[in-house]
Every structure is written in structure tokens, then in C-alpha cells.
């Protein structure tokens, strides 16, 4: 999981196209690297082409719902290929107000998974 975001930003270390190329190697085969994104960067398109790269298109990128962030899910190998949106259900011993906040992730997440098959 990357999440490197500080009050300065993004560190231009973990946004290169070296740096994904290395998250690739690392992954164990079907290995999936999940990355936050502002989607109000200048660089976004930049950071999002080289997470591409690195990963042969095997990408799913599901927005916040408020086009604030990002989250990238990329695969190594074909693990997204085999990614099926199921039902979603509330966790017996959750927390009801935690329960909701994953669900609405889950939906989201969902959403993206729909809207990229053909």
C-alpha cells in the first residue's frame, strides 16, 4: 500500500516511473499494489500512465465518489482478470457505523469494477 502523501504533497520519490517499475518486481505473481491519488494534482495523468506501465494495463481505479482521491488497485500478473464483484453484506460482530463505511468502499469499488468490463 502507498500512501506517502505529506503536507508538501506527494514525494516526487514514490511517484517515478522507477519507483512502480520496483513495486512490479516485488510482488509476489498475482500481487496487487494499492496507491492513493489525488485526482486534483497536476501530475495525476502522469502518476496514473506510469502505474500502467509498470503493471501492463492491469489497473482498476476507483474514485473517492467526491473526484477528491483516487485509489489505484494494479496487479501483477492476472489477478484483476479474475476479480468479480459479489454480494456485498454487513460482517456479523462489525461495527454498524463501520459496517457502512466499508460498505460504501465496497460499492464504490464495485461501481469501478462494473463500469471497466465490457
Request: hydrophobic share 40%; proline share 5%.
Amino acid at each position: 500500500m502507498v500512501d506517502g502523501f505529506d503536507v508538501q504533497g506527494l514525494p516526487s520519490r514514490l511517484c517515478t516511473q522507477r519507483f512502480y517499475d520496483d513495486c512490479a518486481e516485488m510482488l509476489q505473481p498475482d500481487g496487487i499494489v494499492v496507491v492513493n491519488l489525488h485526482n486534483g494534482h497536476a501530475s495525476y495523468e502522469s502518476h496514473l500512465k506510469r502505474i500502467r506501465c509498470s503493471f501492463n494495463d492491469a489497473v482498476l481505479v476507483v474514485d473517492d465518489g467526491e473526484m477528491s482521491k483516487s485509489i489505484v488497485f494494479a496487479c501483477k500478473g492476472h489477478a484483476m482478470e479474475q476479480v468479480r464483484p459479489g454480494a456485498m453484506r454487513r460482517p456479523k460482530n462489525l461495527d454498524p457505523t463501520a459496517a457502512n463505511q466499508l460498505l460504501a468502499a465496497f460499492a464504490l469499488i464495485t461501481s469501478a469494477l462494473k463500469d471497466q468490463r465490457p
